[in-house]
């Protein structure tokens, strides 16, 4: 079964990975890329119009470029769950402020790259070798002595799990300095 994938990237990094992971797979499966793809959403009255003049635009010294040119009809597109999501929620015996500081910590040792601010909620971007993930850590003080940390970890595949593992990790380092430490995940 053949698939056409049209993959729109944001970065250069993004671009470097694919790659590498399409080089991963080029001795299981055939993968062409072609030079120039795009997708035409028009009536089936003007499609032969509509390509025996996109071919007239090629070269005619540049014959079998045209002849290796191929054009599809797709009948239907595929829809895949593109984010999956994981939540976990902690209790600290700190001040809001110190948690703060202490969510910083987590994802500065995560390589996190904070993005997006607002009040008691904080937005980082991480990249790690499973993929790239979307991390909010929600900040509620409790009481005068506890702080409630909500965290949301967004993204694709098994990356979510991965970053989720690293935080409760660095969480139970927290815990050990911090004292008593309540996870209702």
């Keep these: 079964m053949k698939y056409i994938i049209f993959l729109n990237y944001s970065s250069e990094l993004e671009k470097k990975r694919v790659n590498y992971y399409l080089n991963k797979w080029r001795g299981e ?105 979307l991390v909010e850590a929600h900040i509620r003080q409790k009481d005068k002595k506890y702080s409630i940390i909500w965290f949301r970890i967004v993204g694709f595949g098994e990356v979510v799990e991965f970053v989720k593992e690293k935080i409760e990790k660095e969480i139970e380092l927290m815990g050990d300095v911090y004292g008593q430490l309540q996870s209702t995940n």
């Design 29 to 133: 499966i055939k993968i062409e890329e072609p030079k120039m793809a795009f997708l035409v959403d028009i009536d089936e009255k003007k499609i032969d119009v509509f390509i025996k003049g996109l071919l007239s635009k090629i070269s005619h010294s540049d014959a079998e470029a045209r002849l290796k040119s191929r054009i599809f009809k797709v009948d239907r597109e595929v829809k895949y769950d593109s984010d999956t999501e994981s939540t976990s929620v902690y209790e600290f015996p700190i001040t809001e402020e110190e948690a703060e500081k202490m969510i910083n910590l987590i994802m500065a040792r995560l390589k996190g790259v904070l993005y997006d601010v607002e009040k008691g909620i904080l937005r980082y971007k991480v990249n790690t070798k499973k993929g790239f993930a």
